[in-house]
């Protein structure tokens, strides 16, 4: 099999024995231990566990946000912790995208310039066209020249959701997608989420608080202590 082949082959998210230790001023702490992780292609897993588990931290990690202490991060068949920034930004592009509770759209750009501005630092052709479309799949695009101020927190998200998305990606990952929007907000964007991603077949990786919203995962993984003490498959 060819490298390339074998890249292909390979699952979106693989990590090994992954620990992460940062120092305090009452010294070194560990926040992540000995986790392993598999994420396969088109799968959807939720991460689940009390705060301070280590789920966002898992996130960072798995994402190539932040280097492990200990441990291997494999994203597509490829190591990340021997890599420089620019390089895990080039092997994210395009491939993994991300979502955050808080939104973090450009508060001086519309809803679509929002949307576009990735595709197009990524040098895609059309962006505003696509995002345009994407606006459209998650119910905007007549608020398409609205800046976030002039959105609900659910229209912002729903932003967020579509400029994650507009690539394409294989994998997405959702650290508490729904945690600041009301119950009828949460629902709707749950059900854009794992509609736009099952279309797509990009695997997923969620964290959430939300046990209603975990239980739409095809297997749930807990956290407690830096370390995964369970995972279940939904039957």
Do not use: C
């Amino acid at each position: 099999m060819s490298p390339v082949d074998s890249a292909a082959a390979a699952p979106p998210l693989a990590l090994q024995a992954v620990s992460l230790t940062l120092p305090s001023a009452a010294g070194p702490v560990e926040i992540l231990q000995d986790v392993d992780l598999t994420v396969h292609a088109g799968e959807r897993v939720a991460v689940v566990g009390p705060s301070g588990s280590g789920k966002s931290s898992l996130i960072a990690l798995a994402a190539g946000l932040e280097r492990p202490t200990r441990g291997k991060v494999t994203l597509f068949g490829q190591d990340v912790a021997g890599l420089n920034e620019d390089a895990r930004a080039r092997l994210r592009r395009g491939r993994v995208s991300l979502v955050f509770q808080s939104f973090h759209l450009l508060p001086n750009m519309t809803a679509e310039e929002n949307v576009a501005a990735p595709l197009e630092i990524a040098g895609a052709h059309q962006a505003m066209e696509t995002a345009r479309n994407w606006l459209d799949r998650v119910g905007l695009l007549a608020r398409r020249r609205h800046y976030p101020h002039q959105l609900s927190g659910g229209e912002q998200q729903r932003v967020a959701l579509a400029r994650a998305l507009a690539a394409r990606p294989a994998l997405l990952f959702a650290d508490e997608p729904t945690g600041n929007l009301d119950a009828a907000n949460a629902a709707a964007v749950a059900e854009l989420m794992f509609d736009l991603v099952a279309e797509l077949g990009a695997a997923l990786v969620l964290v959430t608080h939300d046990t209603h919203l975990a239980a739409r995962a095809g297997r749930q993984v807990a956290m407690a202590g830096g370390r995964i003490v369970e995972a279940a498959t939904a039957g």
